[in-house]
Structure formats: C-alpha cells, structure tokens
C-alpha cells in the first residue's frame, strides 16, 4: 500500500475528532463535567454515536474501502441536517446553547475536510490509473 499524505491526513483528522468528540460527550453524559451551558441530551447522544461511526469512518479511509466517501457524505449530511435543527431550536425556543450551535458548525466543516481529502485522494487516484492503463496500452502520457 502506498503511503499517501492525504490518507494519513484524512485518518488522523477523523480518528483524533472522532475520539475528542466521544470522550469529551460521554464526560457530560456521565456526568464527569459539567457545562455551564444548556446541555441537550438528544444533541449529545447523537454526537458521542457519531463519534463512533467516525471511528469507523477512519478505518475504512485507512483500508481504501470504496465506501469511505459514501460514508463520510452520509456522516456530512446528517451533520448539516442537526446543524439546521440546531440552529433552528436555538432561535426558535432557546432549548439548546449557542455552544451547542458553534459546535456542529466545526462538526461540518471539519467533515467537509475530510471530504475534500478523500475527494482529492480519489481523484489523484483515478488520475494514476488512467496514466498507467495509457501507459500498459502504448499510449504516451499527455501530461
């Protein structure tokens, strides 16, 4: 397997979320910490749950599983999905924190890196095969 820098990249960024998102909801849950904010529980369940798929998430990046982006879109959608919820409730009812709020914002966009490198990753790939199958056939490299 060749080493690539975006791969480690996108792993380390989804594990080492992931893994603070987990400890750092189940703290509250448990009742380790307590905020000095509106904690929702809903909200926080579902983040240490998500967490765990991201753990997920990271192996199958690791193993360029061919679902690796299939699932980081999901995990992406269903951010930005709680995001609007979220947002919604803080400006509708006040049930939830505006830390609550700032906290899936960083949620989806540190998914949308994630995105955008395995993206890039994919694409170089794809970029490598195509130039080695010109390469196999006799084809000079147009590049």
């Known amino acids: ?37 509106k904690v929702f529980k809903p909200l926080l369940v579902y983040n240490v749950i998500l967490g765990v798929v991201g753990l997920f998430v990271g192996v199958a990046i ?14 992406l959608i269903m951010h930005s999905a709680v995001l609007v919820i979220v947002i919604a409730l803080y400006f509708l009812s006040n049930a939830v924190a505006i830390h609550s709020v700032q906290a899936m914002i960083v949620r989806v966009v540190v998914w949308l890196v994630i995105f955008i490198l395995v993206w890039k990753l994919n694409q170089s790939k794809a970029h490598n095969k195509n130039n080695e199958e010109q390469i196999n056939k006799g084809y000079p490299n147009e590049n």
């Open 62 to 75: 690791w193993l360029n599983h061919t679902k690796a982006v299939v699932s980081i879109i999901t995990v």
């Open 1 to 37: 397997m060749k080493i690539n820098l975006r791969r480690i990249a996108a792993v380390l960024v989804t594990t080492i979320f992931s893994l603070l998102t987990i400890a750092e909801g189940s703290k509250v849950l448990l009742g380790i910490t307590v905020q000095d904010y």
